[in-house]
């Protein structure tokens, strides 16, 4: 992924590696410490936002992470999977906090 700055359009982007193939869905921490991105390679990734490196890989989930988006206070994110769970994540530490399993259908 590529991240060009608004304060500065002419800098060069900020290059964030790691997906494997597609990147499905990306979000912005509202305190700008972090980017999170999932991908066609059934990963979770954080980056911090300000530098080049290597992300904190959260691979191997049972069903592909779909969808990411960060809480209004920048310390926790929610991902979705295809298979219907959710997960709730403290950004602080990277480390998941809470997994909602899915309901049957009926």
């Excluded at 990277?94 to 909602?100: G, M, Q, R």
């Amino acid at each position: 992924m590529r991240v060009w700055s608004t304060e500065r359009p002419a800098a060069a982007p900020l290059v964030l590696r790691g997906h494997q193939g597609f990147v499905w869905n990306v979000a912005y921490s509202p305190d700008g410490r972090w980017i999170a991105g999932t991908g066609q390679d059934g990963t979770l990734r954080i980056w911090r936002a300000t530098e080049e490196g290597e992300p904190v890989t959260f691979p191997g989930f049972a069903a592909s992470v779909e969808q990411v988006a960060f809480a209004p206070s920048g310390d926790r994110l929610v991902t979705t999977h295809d298979d219907g769970t959710v997960r709730l994540w403290r950004c602080v530490v990277c480390a998941p906090i809470e997994h909602v399993a899915a309901l049957a259908a009926g």
